[in-house]
T-cell receptor
Framework: EAQVTQNPRYLITVTGKKLTVTCSQNMNHEYMSWYRQDPGLGLRQIYYSMNVEVTDKGDVPEGYKVSRKEKRNFPLILESPSPNQTSLYFC???????????FGPGTRLTVL | AQSVTQLGSHVSVSEGALVLLRCNYSSSVPPYLFWYVQYPNQGLQLLLKYTTGATLVKGINGFEAEFKKSETSFHLTKPSAHMSDAAEYFCAVSDPGGYSTLTFGKGTMLLVSP
């Protein structure tokens, strides 16, 4: 089954404790992206990647890192999480032809 | 820079009534346009998309949208609402061609009453 998977689905952590949210897709998509969703703000892009070893900032990159060492994986790293990073995070991958994005199920992160 | 405006953070309809969710965009070039739906505690699912060609686009679950260049709009409609349509709906825009970022609107929550 074609899909985007994220782990963990739920995470509660404390300020300053480094964490990684994994994202993997099995559709051989070159384009991958991370979003955060906050009430009333919609989805805002954090980082995106057009291919292996090619990443770029989105609209809200501060406090986040990403890497793209393999085509299928695009982990999101929070080196020192803060409470304002409490949010719902989505990973997505895209068909390059028409930009249709396929979304993972989301990761709900709470930073205390 | 692109932007998307969804009019109304909440829209309420009765079951069987027409659904109309509004989306206006700002783009310097003819864009690609998308509607996504998010059911509670789930990810986003594509409803329909416009890239080129016919401006009236039909999607899943009986939804359709019409690209109106002169009005810079891409409103989503469904003739008869069902209880299962209750969800949050997002309009999104991208530049044409591949590898372009999606810019999302803030979303519209559709409430359906019996």
């Amino acid at each position: 089954e074609a899909q985007v998977t994220q782990n963990p689905r739920y995470l509660i952590t404390v300020t300053g404790k480094k964490l990684t949210v994994t994202c993997s897709q099995n559709m051989n998509h070159e384009y991958m992206s991370w979003y955060r969703q906050d009430p009333g703000l919609g989805l805002r892009q954090i980082y995106y990647s057009m291919n292996v070893e090619v990443t770029d900032k989105g609209d809200v990159p501060e406090g986040y890192k990403v890497s793209r060492k393999e085509k299928r994986n695009f982990p999101l790293i929070l080196e020192s999480p803060s409470p304002n990073q409490t949010s719902l995070y989505f990973c997505a991958s895209s068909i390059p032809l028409d930009n249709e994005q396929f979304f993972g199920p989301g990761t709900r992160l709470t930073v205390l | 820079a692109q932007s998307v405006t969804q009019l109304g953070s909440h829209v309420s309809v009765s079951e069987g009534a027409l659904v109309l969710l509004r989306c206006n965009y700002s783009s310097s070039v003819p864009p690609y346009l998308f509607w996504y739906v998010q059911y509670p505690n789930q990810g986003l699912q594509l409803l329909l998309k416009y890239t080129t060609g016919a401006t009236l686009v039909k999607g899943i679950n009986g939804f359709e949208a019409e690209f109106k260049k002169s009005e810079t709009s891409f409103h989503l409609t469904k003739p008869s609402a069902h209880m299962s349509d209750a969800a949050e709906y997002f309009c999104a825009v991208s530049d044409p061609g591949g590898y372009s970022t999606l810019t999302f609107g803030k979303g519209t929550m559709l409430l359906v009453s019996p």
